[in-house]
C-alpha cells in the first residue's frame, strides 16, 4: 500500500506519458523509499533496472551492468571495458524492445561513480547524443547519496546541465503519514505515542516499518534501537556511509551541533572542529542540509550576516542523546531511561525538532497557508540571556507569530514566571529587531492548556491534533 507520494507518483506517470524522452531525477535520504516509491508506480516493470553496488570496484560495477542486461534479454558476451561501451550496449537492448515507453531505472547511481570512473561523460553521451534525441526513453535515476544527485545530476555544469526533465526530492513522512502507515500495518498506537515515534525516527518510512504490532514503542525501541542484531542496531554508521564517500567530516559536524540546541555558526563550527576553511567546508554544510540532516537559518533583520546551522534530524539527536551513551550494551537502555531527567530534556528539544518540520501544520492551524510568510528563529545577538526563539513565524499580514514549544504528560499551565518570560522575549526581540509588526504570542502543546488568567495573554493554543493534518 503506497501511503502518500501522490505528488511524486504523479510526475512520474507525466514522464512516461510524455511524447517524449525524458530524464527524472529521483532524490532523498536512505531509506525514505526511493526505490519503492519507483517501483509500485511502474508496477515493477522496467525495460532495464540496475542497482550500483555500494564500496565496489569499477569492474565489478560493470560486470553487475552486463548482468542486468542479460535479465533484461540482451545476449552479451563480454563484460563492457567502460562506461561507453555499458551504455552502448543499453542502446542495443533499447533499440529490440517492443515496450512502446521504454522505461530504465538505475538505482544508486552514485555507487557507481568509483574513481576515475568515466561513468558521468558516458552517461552525458547516452543522453545528450542518443536517447534525448529519441520520444520513447523515460530514464530514471535514483540515488541515497542526495548531495551526489544534486551535484552531478541536477546542478551539473557540465554535458547534463539543464538536462534533467524532472526533478522529484522525496522527503520523509508527516506525522499524518506515519500515522496512516502504522494503521495499515495493523500496529496500534496512540498519537502522543506517534509523536514519541517521530521525535525518534523522523519521518522514514523503513525505520517505522521495523515497528511490530503487539509491542509497546518502548518495547520497539529497545527490540531494534539497543538490542544487539536489531534492525537499526548499526544504523547510524550506515545511514553516513551510505550517503557520503567520506563520512568522517560530516559525522563531527553533527556531533558538534548535537551539543548546542541553538545551533552554531560557519566560523564558529569551523574554530570547533577545526576545520580547513575552504570551499569544501561549505560544500560539506550544504550537502548536510540537502539531506535534511541539518538548517541553516539567519537571524531575523540580520539576513545578510553569517548563518546559523543547527542538527534538525530526530535519528541523528536521538543518537547521540541515548544510542551513544549505552556504553555498558544495555538491550533495554531505552525502557530504563524512560522518565529519567536526560529523558525529559531530550523530550522538549525534540518536539521542537518535530514542530519546525510540521511548519505548514502550524501555519494551517493559524490559518495562514495563504498568507505568504518565512518561518524562522531568533536569539539575542546583543548578550541578553536566554533570549532564544525557536519558532517565529514573519507573515506578510503584518503580524509575526512568536512560537512556543511544550511538550508535558499533562495539559501546559502557564505560571506567572512562564509569561514573565514570554513578555521579556518579546520586549528584547522588539526591540532588536525594530519591528513594527503585531506580535501574536502562540503556544503549541503536546496536550493542549490549561487555562488561566495568564494563559489569557496568548492569541492561539496549537495542539497534537494539529500537528496530525494533512
Not at 551539543?259 to 566560523?267: H, L, V, W
Not at 503536546?446 to 487555562?451: E, H
Amino acid at each position: 500500500m503506497m501511503i502518500g507520494r501522490q505528488k511524486e507518483q504523479q510526475r512520474l506517470r507525466d514522464a512516461y506519458e510524455s511524447e517524449y524522452s525524458e530524464f527524472v531525477a529521483v532524490y532523498g535520504r536512505r531509506r525514505v523509499g526511493k526505490t519503492f516509491l519507483i517501483r509500485e508506480t511502474f508496477d515493477y516493470k522496467f525495460t532495464f533496472q540496475h542497482s550500483g553496488l555500494a564500496k565496489s570496484t569499477r569492474a565489478k560495477q560493470l560486470k553487475a551492468w552486463r548482468n542486468s542486461l542479460v535479465e533484461s534479454g540482451l545476449k552479451v558476451k563480454h563484460t563492457p571495458a567502460n562506461w561507453i561501451d555499458a551504455f552502448n550496449l543499453l542502446k542495443e537492448l533499447i533499440t529490440q524492445s517492443q515496450d512502446t515507453k521504454k522505461v530504465i531505472f538505475i538505482d544508486e547511481l552514485p555507487w557507481m561513480d568509483t574513481h576515475a570512473s568515466g561513468l558521468i561523460p558516458a552517461l552525458e553521451h547516452f543522453w545528450n547524443a542518443w536517447a534525448s534525441a529519441r520520444k520513447d526513453v523515460c530514464l530514471i535515476v535514483c540515488g541515497s547519496a542526495t548531495s551526489w544527485i544534486i551535484n552531478k545530476i541536477v546542478k551539473n555544469k557540465g554535458g547534463l546541465h539543464n538536462r534533467v526533465d524532472y526533478k522529484i526530492p522525496l522527503r520523509p513522512f508527516t506525522l499524518c503519514e506515519c500515522e496512516q502507515y502504522m494503521k495499515s500495518r495493523k500496529v496500534s498506537m496512540s498519537r502522543k505515542q506517534l509523536v514519541e515515534g517521530y521525535m525518534i525516527m523522523g519521518g522514514v518510512p523503513f525505520y517505522w516499518k521495523a515497528m511490530q504490532k503487539g509491542l509497546s514503542l518502548a518495547q520497539n525501541i529497545d527490540e531494534n534501537f539497543f538490542t544487539p542484531g536489531g534492525e537499526l542496531y548499526e544504523e547510524f554508521d550506515a545511514l553516513y556511509a551510505s550517503l557520503f564517500k567520506k563520512p568522517d567530516g560530516y559525522i563531527k559536524v553533527v556531533k558538534l551541533l548535537s551539543a548546542k540546541r541553538s545551533g552554531m555558526t560557519r566560523n564558529e563550527l569551523l574554530k570547533a572542529g577545526k576545520f580547513v576553511d575552504n570551499g569544501s567546508f561549505s560544500q560539506l554544510l550544504k550537502d548536510l542540509e540537502s539531506c535534511g540532516f541539518i538548517r541553516s537559518y539567519n537571524i531575523l533583520g540580520n539576513e545578510r550576516k553569517d548563518a546559523t546551522y543547527q542538527l534538525i534530524d530526530p535519528f541523528t539527536i536521538f543518537y547521540y542523546e541515548f544510542m551513544s551513551e549505552n556504553t555498558h550494551k544495555d538491550p533495554l537502555f531505552w525502557s530504563h531511561s524512560l522518565n529519567k531527567p536526560v529523558y525529559h530534556t531530550w523530550c522538549g528539544l525534540s518536539f521542537e525538532r518535530v514542530c519546525m518540520l510540521h511548519a505548514e501544520q502550524i501555519k494551517h492551524a493559524l490559518g495562514i497557508s495563504g498568507v505568504v510568510s518565512g518561518v524562522y528563529a531568533w536569539h539575542s545577538t546583543k548578550g541578553k540571556p536566554g533570549a532564544q526563539i525557536d519558532m517565529l513565524i514573519d507573515r506578510d499580514d503584518d503580524v509575526i507569530s512568536l512560537c512556543e514549544m511544550k511538550y508535558t504528560s499533562t495539559p501546559w499551565e502557564m505560571q506567572t514566571n512562564d509569561l514573565e518570560d514570554f513578555l521579556r522575549k518579546e520586549e528584547v526581540f522588539r526591540w532588536e529587531t525594530g519591528t513594527k509588526k503585531s506580535i501574536h504570542k502562540v503556544l503549541v502543546s503536546a496536550n493542549g492548556v490549561k487555562r488561566n488568567e495568564n494563559s489569557d495573554e496568548l492569541q492561539k493554543v496549537i495542539t497534537l491534533e494539529d500537528l496530525f493534518n494533512a
